[in-house]
């Protein structure tokens, strides 16, 4: 591979809603975006609810085909959705949703949705497959649990179970779409350690979107700043944050709660007629 | 500060007393030495038959202080302000111990005292505000309706107020946002509404459970900011349901961490964030991803996760997870005074030195 591993350009997704009886409106969810993402990186997405980042991750994962532009993975175009070329992709590109619970079949023991996982891809076939599926629960921390069914285990024991998963199909890309934002604070560092440790292992390439910019901060070597479909600041993480170019993103980092009740104060005496 | 202490002090003092934080509470507390506490919960036990969920829980907030309730989830929060709303549903109940809201128990109160209480002395606000508010009527109307049932006033009259507190709490275009549904209002509008609603008697005591979680930061930060006003502004004791410290550090005066059922740290927002006492206050600072903390770095995490209830380990509940566990941990340590405003249960509180 010569290029990047991701490659967006021009790409926007344009959703039609009435239109029958009511006048039909266009929402650009996404809209003329550009991007780049190569093996081994992470860019994290941040911006407000609505701003078009769980789309922007769906057509960077392929999951959904764009209506402008193009998506390329691997310097070639997404296959259309459903064909063997895009089954056979599949593998290599994985996405982590903010609900393990949604993401899992509650009616069967964790190793076995992940060997039906490795299955469908015809990944290690026979015997090789429980070794494996083992292998990646002991990886992720869950060693010894993974006949536990679903409801057997905590959010976060959850989520590594997901992980887990995505890791036995052996991919070079995953899209975490807010994939620790319903964690507790102490759940979250615990797999945001992990994922930059299966990130140095496997050199994982990420698009890590969240709402939470402190995380984003925390994962990410370069960020991008979405409002309204578009791309208003990309750079450095911490460029990025700490000389902020465009007014969103001053905004979004100025609205973060303080890091004590000193800095609080602090900030207050800086900044008196921001109140 | 040790007023609370004092008054509590001897045989029953057991439990977490939330001490006055804040230049509001510090004031009043040096004009009157002992104001009646707004909400006072001594010795609270919430479970079923077969489990208790909130162990021998101790609160109190004084007039204009905030109390921020924090732990991770599982740990009791919610059951904890339910309780003090009288809102516990079968099969969970409370077992043991007293609520009080400005000296009158409520406890032994009929539901329909109760409800008279809520609504007009204490609301809540829940985290997610489009499932607390009815989706078949008007927004107006049902923070009209919550006037007319406290208030007695007029139906025209409740109206016009209703429109007049969406406009404090910062709702454009008031009058034609009044029309709207739910469901036609973004999440932090519905949470404006759900404000409003709670402010709209003027309550001693608001309880927020989680009320900014699901909010965009910059809608979080507008709407603390605003709580925080009208707070100022009418003088209402605040018990505020929070798992981001970040939070904490903007709202609190006084905090209070709960862990499997139990409080295990009090103190003031300063005490707490200087010089946290307890292992698992401790873990919960240091594994916060402030925004401006150098990248790149592990974090460090609290390993392992809270215990079910009917699996709680007998003595420290946090033994399981705590660095510094040893023999003496097998003993339920009881919350005692630790620095100038701090109370904690651990039998080795205190960072080594
Ligand atoms: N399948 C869809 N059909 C119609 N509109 C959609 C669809 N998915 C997203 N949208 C709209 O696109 C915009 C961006 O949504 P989304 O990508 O989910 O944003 P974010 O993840 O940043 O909250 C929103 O206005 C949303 O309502
Ligand atoms: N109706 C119920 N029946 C049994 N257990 C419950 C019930 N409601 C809550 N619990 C349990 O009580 C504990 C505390 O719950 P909660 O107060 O909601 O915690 P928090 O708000 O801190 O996340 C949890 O372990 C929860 O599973
Ligand atoms: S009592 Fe022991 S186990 Fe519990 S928090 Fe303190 S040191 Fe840790
Ligand atoms: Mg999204
Ligand atoms: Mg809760």
């Known amino acids: 591979m010569t290029g990047p591993l991701l490659r967006m350009d021009g790409v926007g997704r344009h959703y039609r809603s009435g239109g029958w009886l009511s006048r039909a409106t266009v929402t650009k969810a996404v809209d003329g975006v550009d991007l780049t993402l190569a093996a081994g990186e992470t860019l994290g997405i941040v911006g407000e609810s609505g701003s078009g980042k769980s789309t922007l991750g769906r057509l960077a994962a392929g999951i959904e085909m764009p209506s402008a532009g193009t998506v390329a993975f691997d310097d070639a175009p997404y296959a259309p959705i459903d064909s063997a070329a895009w089954r056979r992709q599949r593998r290599r590109v994985q996405v982590i949703f903010q609900n393990p619970s949604q993401a899992v079949d509650p009616r069967l023991p964790i190793v076995t949705q992940i060997c039906g996982a490795m299955a469908a891809h015809r990944i290690d076939p026979g015997a090789g497959r429980a070794g494996r599926a083992e292998a990646m629960l002991e990886r992720v921390g869950l060693g010894g649990l993974g006949s536990r069914y679903p409801h057997q285990l905590s959010g976060g024991q959850l989520q590594r179970a997901v992980i887990a998963r995505a890791l036995a199909l052996g991919p070079e890309f995953i899209v975490c779409d807010e994939a620790v934002s319903a964690l507790d604070v102490s759940v979250q560092a615990q797999i945001l350690n992990l994922l930059q440790d299966l990130q140095a292992e496997f050199g994982l390439a990420f698009l890590f979107i969240s709402h939470d910019l402190g995380v984003v901060r925390h994962v990410s070597h370069r960020i991008a700043v979405m409002q309204r479909g578009r791309l208003v600041e990309d750079g450095p993480a911490h460029a990025v944050f700490d000389r902020p170019q465009h007014p969103y993103t001053q905004q979004l980092i100025a609205a973060l709660p303080a890091a004590s009740p000193a800095a609080r104060r602090a900030r207050a005496t800086a900044r008196p007629a921001a109140a | ?353």
């Open chain 2, 1 to 353: 500060m040790s007023l609370s202490v004092t008054e509590n002090g001897g045989a029953g003092a057991t439990g977490a007393v939330a001490h006055l934080g804040g230049a509001t509470a510090a004031l009043a507390a040096q004009r009157n030495p002992a104001p009646q506490p707004v909400l006072e919960i001594e010795g609270l036990t919430v479970g079923t038959d077969r489990v208790d969920l909130v162990l021998d829980v101790s609160l109190r907030v004084a007039p204009g202080e905030t109390l921020c309730l924090v732990g991770e989830s599982g740990c009791g929060k919610s059951l904890t302000c339910l309780a003090a709303m009288g809102l516990l549903a079968a099969p969970v109940r409370r077992k043991a111990g007293s609520v009080r809201l400005s000296g009158v128990e409520l406890s032994g109160l009929g539901e329909r005292r109760l409800r008279q209480v809520r609504g007009r002395d204490m609301a809540m606000i829940f985290q997610d505000p489009v499932a607390s508010l009815n989706p078949v009527q008007r927004v107006g109307q049902q923070v009209a309706e919550a006037l007319r049932v406290h208030e007695a006033l007029s139906q025209k009259a409740a109206s016009r107020r209703a429109v007049e507190l969406f406009d404090k709490v910062g709702i454009a275009e008031p009058a034609r946002r009044a029309d709207a549904y739910p469901h036609e209002l973004s999440g932090g509008m519905c949470q404006r509404v759900m404000i409003a609603m709670a402010l709209a008697c003027r309550p001693r005591l608001i309880v927020a459970d989680e009320a900014t979680t699901a909010l965009d930061v910059t809608t979080q930060a507008q709407i603390l900011r605003l709580m925080k006003a009208l707070q100022e502004e009418i003088g209402t004791a605040m018990v505020f349901v929070t798992h981001d410290l970040g939070v904490v550090a903007e709202i609190a005066d006084s905090v209070a961490v709960m862990y499997s059922g139990r409080i295990v740290e009090t103190g003031s927002v300063d005490g707490v964030f200087d010089a946290p006492a307890h292992p698992y206050t401790q873990g919960l600072m240091d594994c916060r991803l402030h925004a401006l903390a150098a990248a790149g770095g592990r974090l460090a995490a609290i390993s392992g996760s809270v215990p079910r209830p009917a699996e709680r380990p007998s003595g420290c509940a946090f033994r399981t997870r705590c660095p510094k566990a040893s023999l003496p941990c097998e003993r339920l340590p009881m919350l005692a005074p630790f620095g100038a405003s701090q109370r904690v249960a651990c039998h080795f509180p205190g960072r080594a030195t």
